[in-house]
């Protein structure tokens, strides 16, 4: 057993554990957690605190703040603070299984082709191929096609971005299969997927997990941007991007129903991305670099 492995259980505790107290310890860190932590407060316990059912209309549209509508109405009379705190169930429900099935299966394709697959340069040229063509385009292609349903969004969402997991999981495995640990793994005879387990996903794990918290964010701005293109989930389900492009046309009359998704989806994105650097900075990884992959 290597010294890598040794006590692993016990080690990857106290390393978890150190680099939460480091997060905590910093102003940005904390931010960071509280911001993501309160949105996914709010998507599990929306449906039971949303004073209103989110497709009720009513005739008090375009209302401003109100005793019996704190955020106002929409131009349907629906209530934007319902609409709001469901909006943050449904992106979250999509963005995160596509961001974990992305992080999943593009670093499990990252770290075969960075051990040295015979498929390297065929995959990769086509993996380039597909990150050549601009993700918002590619993502308005295919939902277009196949309308914008859950059981579209997700796996398309999820093979994109997971493509440009792929570049980093290969970019790390080739930097680590280089090592002495790993080239000492192979001469001693080690089954390939006991080098992976044992060797490169230890190793690994940091760099891709600040990414796929990255790569969460980007997903949320394409997520909501489909929306507002009208392509993402429909109507009458709440969702924070369509909430924009249906308020834009009332701004002058009743901009506050544009500005509570749009604070919404600016917080889920600094907290996300002030908890991703923090992260980075107490695993060792240069998340600047990461954003640039």
Same mark, same amino acid.
């Given at each position: 057993?290597? !010294?890598l ?14 680099v ?6 910093r ?5 960071g957690?509280?911001l993501?932590?309160? +949105?996914?407060?709010m !998507? @599990?316990?929306?449906?039971?605190i ?16 109100? !005793? ?8 349907l ?15 979250l429900? =999509? ?17 075969y ?12 040229? /086509?993996?380039?191929?597909?990150? $050549?063509?601009?993700?918002?385009? *590619?993502?308005? /292609? ?11 969004? =997700?796996?398309?969402f $999820? ?7 792929? +570049? ?12 002495? *640990? ?7 005879g080690? +089954?390939?997927?006991?080098i992976?387990?044992?060797?490169? /996903? ?13 790569? /969460? ?19 009458p389900?709440?969702e924070?991007?369509q ?19 749009? @604070? !919404? ?22 998340? =600047? ?5």
């Amino acid at each position: 057993m290597t !010294a890598l492995a040794a006590d692993a259980p016990a080690r990857r505790q106290r390393r978890a554990a150190q680099v939460i107290a480091y997060v905590l310890s910093r102003p940005s860190g904390r931010v960071g957690a509280a911001l993501v932590a309160a +949105h996914l407060l709010m !998507a @599990l316990v929306s449906p039971l605190i949303a004073p209103y059912d989110v497709a009720a209309q009513s005739a008090d549209s375009l209302q401003g703040i109100s !005793a019996a509508h704190w955020l106002g109405t929409d131009q349907l009379g629906r209530d934007v603070l319902s609409r709001t705190l469901v909006g943050s169930r449904v992106t979250l429900a =999509i963005t995160i299984p596509a961001a974990i099935i992305a992080t999943l299966w593009g670093g499990a394709l990252g770290i075969y082709l960075g051990l040295g697959s015979k498929l390297d340069e065929i995959v990769m040229r /086509l993996v380039d191929a597909f990150i $050549a063509i601009p993700s918002l385009l *590619f993502l308005l /292609l295919v939902v277009a096609v196949f309308q914008g349903t859950t059981a579209v969004i =997700i796996p398309t969402f $999820a093979f994109f971005y997971g493509l440009l997991v792929t +570049h980093v999981a290969r970019a790390g495995t080739r930097q680590l299969a280089a090592q002495d *640990f790993v080239v000492a793994a192979r001469l001693r005879g080690d +089954h390939p997927l006991r080098i992976v387990f044992r060797e490169i /996903l230890p190793n690994l794990a940091d760099t891709i997990i600040v990414d796929g918290t990255l790569r /969460l964010s980007w997903m949320i701005v394409a997520f909501c941007s489909l929306s507002f293109l009208g392509l993402g989930v429909q109507p009458p389900t709440p969702e924070w991007g369509q909430m924009i492009a249906d308020a834009r046309g009332y701004l002058t009359v009743a901009p506050l129903a544009a500005v509570p998704p749009c @604070l !919404a989806i600016v917080s889920l994105i600094v907290g996300l991305n002030l908890l991703s650097d923090a992260i980075g900075k107490a695993l060792g990884i240069d998340t =600047i670099r990461q954003r640039g992959a």
